[in-house]
């Protein structure tokens, strides 16, 4: 059984940065690509960022890119995302997600994955 949880959320200024951890627990870690999503409130689950399954290639939102990094350790079955330079706009429910496949390079839609985290919450002020 697969679980992750998220943590690390919390309440910013805009400039402000904040590092997201997700913990898995369950065998095979390190051969599945991990990505993060978020969701605002009465808006669609966005894709932010993914990692492949070695970490050797990320993948990013145009909307994050050159500010978010997506980063995983496989010996402590983590991944992590720190955010800089945030915006009232980044504010949303994070969650990271696990893919279907083994091996995949980082897919950025949805249904490629099939386990989710509860989510954190960010908030982030103007």
């Known amino acids: 059984q697969v679980q992750l949880v998220e943590s690390g959320g919390g309440l910013v200024q805009a400039g402000g940065s904040l590092r997201l951890s997700c913990a898995a627990s369950?065998?095979?870690?390190?051969?599945?690509?991990m990505a993060w999503f978020r969701q605002a409130p009465g808006k669609e689950r966005e894709f932010v960022g993914a990692i492949t399954w070695s970490g050797g290639s990320t993948y990013y939102a145009d909307s994050v890119k050159g500010r978010f990094t997506i980063s995983r350790d496989n010996a402590k079955n983590m991944v992590y995302l720190q955010m800089n330079s945030l915006k009232p706009d980044d504010t949303a429910v994070y969650c990271c997600?696990?893919?279907?496949?083994?091996?995949?390079?980082?897919?950025?839609?949805?249904?490629?994955?099939?386990?989710w985290g509860q989510g954190t919450q960010v908030t982030v002020s103007s």
């Open positions: 997600a696990r893919a279907r496949y083994s091996y995949t390079l980082g897919p950025t839609t949805p249904k490629d994955y099939n386990y």
């Open positions: 369950g065998r095979f870690f390190s051969n599945y690509a």
